[in-house]
């Protein structure tokens, strides 16, 4: 049964949705976000970075490695800069746990 | 073959951007350009090691574009360079090489290796010869464990040849396994399995079932990467009906196959 469950959460999505909680600590940072566009973000994250590496999890880097790595894939991944900013508030709310 | 790959390597040095990673060469992964990113892949495969000799270098030259974020579609140009004995004076080699036509590939991503429980894809490719079409189907099924990536490919490749007055369909049916660890987000380096089954009249059984091993390894820099994998010929599972004496069959497939593919993105 435990090697199930195991197995059963290995394989589960491993890109988190984000929760009405961490919402509401982003309306805090940023004014204006909501739940619905914290889950764009991340179907935006994964339609568009996905396509050249396999996803890294929101957990893996610092806030601050994430501010530069977004730059720089910015233009490889032809995403406009809303689109890039929803990416940024989405990975930024969901890896402050 | 020293010049093809002095040239894809030179031009993806100097690439301006990067592209979809591929971490094997044989087995795909169910990753897809987004949309109106585009790319050139050249591919070079080198085959050799038949029951008489035997040494090819197939090349294939892919421009790859994402049409939108889960349909992605490539155009092949493809190309061979060979040298084997000349049936008709045994101890003499003799060489070829030619055009062997154009592919056209789609690919459609259903779900992310990362983001869901499985990676899906669902993969065509039709090739176009003066005297040959190719019909290629693959279930493309990926997953990414920790750092270890794990993709299966189940390939069914109809093939049919047009001569004067006749016609042969010939049936490969082939599974594709990849393993691989990234040792870091850069570099993966595993292993590649590629099970080959022809079958060349209808309503009989396979003709041979071979089946082939090896390293492959990868590298991925922001702006290149480039994918090896070399394989070996390992005790058939089903041995030529031509020479059943023999654990490896050889004289319709070879030894080793080494295949590299590189990427640039513009």
Not at chain 1, 27 to 36: F, I, N, R, S
Not at chain 2, 121 to 129: D, V
Request: proline share 5%; hydrophobic share 40%; glycine share 6%.
């Amino acid at each position: 049964m435990a090697a199930l469950a195991a197995v059963l959460c290995a394989c589960a999505g491993q890109i988190p949705s984000p929760t009405p909680l961490q919402a509401r600590r982003a309306t805090q940072q940023w004014p204006g976000t909501t739940l619905e566009a914290l889950r764009q973000g991340r179907a935006l994250y994964i339609a568009k970075c996905s396509g050249c590496h396999t996803l890294r999890l929101p957990s893996a880097y610092s806030p601050e490695r994430w501010e530069l790595m977004l730059e720089r894939m910015q233009q490889r991944s032809q995403i406009s800069d809303a689109e890039k900013e929803r990416i940024r508030r989405y990975i930024l709310s969901v890896k402050i746990e | 073959m020293i010049l093809f790959l002095l040239a894809a390597l030179s031009l993806a040095a100097v690439s301006p951007g990067a592209a979809t990673e591929r971490r094997f060469t044989y087995t795909y992964e169910s990753g897809v350009l987004p949309a109106g990113v585009k790319e050139l892949e050249p591919w070079l495969t080198w085959r050799a090691g038949r029951t008489s000799y035997f040494s090819e270098f197939d090349y294939r030259l892919e421009y790859e574009v994402g049409l939108v974020d889960r349909l992605q579609t490539s155009l092949y140009l493809n190309w061979h360079q060979a040298t084997h004995e000349d049936p008709a004076n045994p101890g003499q080699k003799v060489g070829d090489q030619g055009f062997d036509g154009i592919s056209s590939e789609w690919k459609y991503k259903l779900w992310d290796p990362v983001a869901d429980a499985l990676g899906l894809a669902f993969y065509q490719e039709y090739t176009f010869q003066s005297d040959e079409f190719g019909w290629e189907s693959k279930l493309i099924l990926d997953k990414k464990f920790g750092d270890n990536l794990v993709a299966y490919n189940a390939v069914v490749e109809p093939e049919w040849e047009f001569g004067p007055g006749h016609s042969n369909i010939s049936w490969n049916l082939e599974n594709d396994l990849g393993l691989t660890h990234f040792f870091t987000p850069a570099f993966s380096a595993g292993l590649e399995v590629v099970n080959q089954n022809e079958k060349t009249h209808p309503g009989s059984g396979f003709t041979d079932s071979v089946i082939f091993a090896g390293p492959v390894a990868s590298y991925a820099h922001e702006n290149w990467w480039l994918t090896a994998t070399l394989l070996r010929q390992l005790p058939a599972l089903q041995r030529s009906v031509a020479n059943p004496q023999d654990s490896l069959v050889l004289d319709n497939h070879e030894k080793f196959n080494f295949r590299i593919i590189g990427s640039i993105r513009f």
